[in-house]
């Protein structure tokens, strides 16, 4: 299984980018897909997921309103699009196969992990 993110980079405080995560050896529709990020220093923190049916997302507080998760099955991708971007948003970002939906923020819920993208986001 591999899952590969991309998408990262340098970017101006309220611009946006779009992270994408393509995902090979597994059965994508069979999987929801998370986001995480972790900030140096920090420990990696949840930012969003979305499940096997697309109706079903979830968001961490400090990212609602300016991230929107999704996701192509036909493409066995998901991606994060990023918008109104901050300084604090500043991180190596992970996508992961797997989680709940009843506790979509465990890590150890997830089964497979990316490699993760650079965010750089200057004020």
């Known amino acids: 299984v591999q899952l590969q993110a991309s998408g990262g980079g340098l970017v101006q405080a309220g611009g946006s980018l779009r992270l994408s995560c393509a995902a090979s050896?597994?059965?994508?529709?069979?999987?929801?897909m998370g986001w995480f990020r972790q900030a140096p220093g920090k420990e990696r923190e949840f930012v969003a997921r979305?499940?096997?049916?697309?109706?079903?997302?979830y968001y961490a507080d400090f990212v609602k309103g300016r991230f929107t998760v999704s996701r192509d099955d036909a493409q066995s991708t998901a991606y994060l699009q990023m918008s109104s971007l901050k300084p604090e948003d500043t991180a190596v970002y992970y996508c992961?196969?797997?989680?709940?939906?009843?506790?979509?923020?465990?890590?150890?819920?997830?089964?497979?992990w990316g490699q993760g993208t650079l965010v750089t986001v200057s004020s």
């Open positions: 050896g597994l059965t994508f529709g069979d999987f929801g």
């Open positions: 992961a196969a797997g989680g709940s939906v009843w506790s979509p923020a465990q890590v150890n819920e997830y089964v497979y």
């Open positions: 979305i499940g096997r049916s697309r109706a079903v997302r």
